[in-house]
């Protein structure tokens, strides 16, 4: 087959004889088999021209998974192949080599038809079914191969095999679809128990013969009573905020003879908005765009011959809540005040004002919580929070309680050893903010870069005596003093000594330290020792009693003060003391030999 453009005036410049002799090789009409390699070759005479290649018309891309094109310049011009890695039946067409040149407006191709033969091949099989009585039976077959195979559908019976015969209630669809490949479909609209057997969709072409069988099983209809699988009762919430399309209520039942299903509407419901899906074998209910009026108790039936189920499903479309709050309020400690916290919506929201110093309250019927005597501990910020079901909604708003200074943490009296560090902290809450300023025995302020916490490093004996935090604001001056001390360091007078003792017995250790404010503790395993019916602690020493041989350990005596911690240690081994089995008895004997 040969094709020739010449698409413009400048391509009548070359003599059509030229182009003709463009083509050294170019593709033949050819069979190739399946599952094999093979290539189509063309060659063109010329440095000017470029090759593509065409299948049924369609430009080929220069590779695929199953395919890749070669070309390459030559001495005296341009070959290229169209390589296949392994044949299929979808290869079959016809391929065409493009000439071709742009800047001077040539086209020029030779095609050829590409044919696959090979054996059948099954795209699709028919497949073992179980039916009831005048249920339908579908059977497909779907293959390929070539040259094109013939099939028909047989079926078993006593005597062997014999031809399906449409008519009645079975017919056969049969359809080419392209040169190799055939789709029939087998259908029996209602099946009875002559229909139990096993079908074959037989095949056959030059390269040999294929069988594929499907065992259809007829059964007697059998009854269940019906049992709804879906609704399962329950609540369905929809936003209208949200913009929701619709809402879908899919309607699920067992049961046999097989179910009818069917919805129940609530009465009010716009049924514009409503539409049941009858085309699958599941009727789902959407309601579009739902509103307030959309809500209520929808009802699925089930039916059969034998039984009725029903389920409900409760539909609530909500309404996001709409907040409304004080503005930011100030007032002077000790009076009272009026907070508003509401909120509107369907269903009605549940309104809550919460504040992080106290705990949730409950607005009134009408919004309003009365704060009376109030303090700084009642300003800050209020939230106003409105819930409907699973949607919420909360606006904040500001309260400030103007008042003179309280202390919320004073500085406390410090007792530290000599070179070392400690910190006086002073927390003071009040509005408009106090002003903290710090004094020490005197009243000249002192410098503190962070005026909560005052820390004074590597104390010394200067360093002792009063610490005040003054705090001010425009309402009053308040002030807290805490005393700092320098202690010694803690030193043993007695360290408890390694003891042997047995079992059942009793032992004491002994402990004394100074100065005499020091605290005494004792530990086994790092865990505190306390009295109880095991040990008695008193006065630094420590007494063990009824021994028994898991009391070997090792038991530490710690003293400390806030100068510094000391610890001394002392094993105690038990042991189980030696007992005598027979003890020596008084003797008389006589003298002589």
Not at 278 to 285: D, F, G, N, S, Y
């Amino acid at each position: 087959m040969f094709r020739l453009h010449l698409v413009t005036f400048l391509s009548l410049l070359i003599p059509l004889s030229c182009l003709a002799q463009l083509f050294t090789l170019h593709p033949p009409n050819t069979t190739r088999l399946v599952d094999t390699d093979f290539s189509i070759d063309c060659s063109i005479i010329s440095s000017e021209i470029t090759i593509r290649w065409r299948k049924d018309g369609n430009i080929l891309s220069p590779s695929s998974s199953s395919y890749e094109i070669l070309t390459v310049a030559t001495s005296t011009g341009l070959s290229s192949q169209f390589h296949v890695y392994s044949g299929e039946f979808s290869n079959t067409g016809v391929y065409s080599c493009l000439a071709y040149n742009d800047s001077i407006f040539i086209e020029e191709s030779y095609s050829g038809t590409l044919k696959m033969d090979g054996p059948v091949q099954y795209i699709e099989e028919p497949l073992d079914q179980i039916v009831y009585i005048n249920q339908p039976i579908v059977l497909i077959c779907h293959i390929q191969g070539g040259p094109l195979p013939s099939l028909k559908w047989t079926y078993d019976v006593t005597e062997g095999t014999i031809d399906v015969i449409p008519g009645g209630s079975i017919s056969i669809i049969t359809n080419r679809i392209n040169s190799y490949e055939t789709l029939s479909t087998l259908t029996i609209a209602n099946a009875q128990s002559t229909h139990d057997t096993i079908y074959h969709c037989e095949t056959e072409n030059s390269y040999g013969s294929a069988d594929r069988t499907a065992r259809i099983t007829v059964q007697e209809q059998e009854v269940e009573p019906v049992s709804i699988t879906q609704p399962i009762h329950g609540t369905v919430y929809a936003l209208i905020a949200h913009n929701i399309n619709s809402i879908m209520l899919p309607c699920t039942a067992t049961g046999l003879p097989m179910p009818a299903l069917s919805w129940d509407i609530p009465t009010g419901v716009q049924t514009a908005n409503v539409r049941i899906n009858e085309a699958t074998q599941i009727p789902t209910l959407y309601v579009s765009a739902p509103t307030l009026q959309d809500s209520g108790v929808y009802t699925c039936n089930a039916n059969n011959t034998l039984t009725h189920d029903v389920a409900s499903i409760e539909v609530i479309v909500i309404e996001t809540p709409v907040v409304s709050t004080s503005s930011d309020i100030t007032i002077n400690s000790g009076s009272s005040v009026t907070l508003f916290c509401s909120a509107t919506g369907t269903p009605a929201p549940t309104v809550t004002l919460f504040h992080p110093n106290t705990s949730a309250l409950t607005p009134d019927i009408n919004g309003f919580v009365t704060l009376s005597a109030t303090t700084y501990m009642d300003g800050g910020s209020y939230r106003c929070l409105a819930v409907t079901y699973t949607v919420s909604s909360e606006t904040s708003f500001e309260l400030t309680v103007l008042g003179e200074p309280v202390f919320v943490t004073p500085p406390t009296d410090k007792g530290v050893g000599v070179g070392q560090d400690t910190t006086f902290s002073c927390i003071v809450a009040g509005s408009p903010t106090p002003v903290i300023t710090w004094f020490h025995n005197t009243y000249t302020a002192l410098s503190v870069p962070i005026p909560s916490a005052l820390r004074i490093t590597n104390v010394h004996s200067n360093d002792q005596g009063a610490y005040t935090c003054m705090a001010t604001n425009q309402f009053n001056s308040v002030n807290a003093t805490a005393i700092l001390t320098i202690v010694s360091i803690p030193q043993f007078n007695v360290t408890p000594s390694t003891t042997l003792a047995g079992v059942d017995e009793s032992v004491a250790f002994y402990c004394s330290a100074t100065p005499a404010t020091v605290t005494i503790e004792w530990y086994v395993d790092n865990t505190l020792i306390t009295s109880g019916i095991k040990y008695f602690v008193s006065s630094g020493n420590l007494l063990i009693y009824n021994l028994v041989n898991s009391d070997t350990n090792q038991y530490t005596c710690r003293i400390s003060n806030p100068a510094g911690v000391l610890e001394a240690s002392a094993i105690l081994t038990v042991i189980q003391r030696p007992v005598f089995l027979q003890t020596p008895a008084d003797q008389t004997v006589s003298s002589g030999p």
